[in-house]
Nanobody
Framework: VQLQASGGGLVQAGGSLRLSCVTSRSIFVAGVMGWYRQAPGKQRELVATITRGGTTNYADSVKGRFTISRDAAKNTVYLQMNSLKPEDTADYYC????????WGQGTQVTVSS
């Protein structure tokens, strides 16, 4: 597995979590990196992406609450999640690679009301 996601957990509504995705150098520099999520019974959906140049894109549902960033020295992409809501509960996956088709294992986020 070339992308290792971590940082999930159980948090109360209004709380914060920071997810990390450590990857190989080749994947990190290949281009876009992103976070996706999949809630039970739902399709996997985009959360946020970031380009090599630092341009970011967010799903409307997380704008203003989540921040994606990347640390080139650590080959790591982060997802800072603030003001969490119960509807943010899902398995979160990082994605990247030359064809943007490499996936990491999920990290579970549970937000209690």
């Amino acid at each position: 597995v070339q992308l290792q996601a971590s940082g999930g957990g159980l948090v109360q509504a209004g709380g914060s979590l920071r997810l990390s995705c450590v990857t190989s150098r080749s994947i990190f520099v290949a281009g876009v990196m992103g976070w996706y999520r999949q809630a039970p019974g739902k399709q996997r959906e985009l959360v946020a992406t970031i380009t090599r140049g630092g341009t970011t894109n967010y799903a409307d549902s997380v704008k203003g609450r989540f921040t994606i960033s990347r640390d080139a020295a650590k080959n790591t992409v982060y997802l800072q999640m603030n003001s969490l809501k119960p509807e943010d509960t899902a398995d979160y996956y990082c994605r990247g690679g030359p064809s943007f088709d490499d996936w990491g294992q999920g990290t579970q986020v549970t937000v209690s009301s």
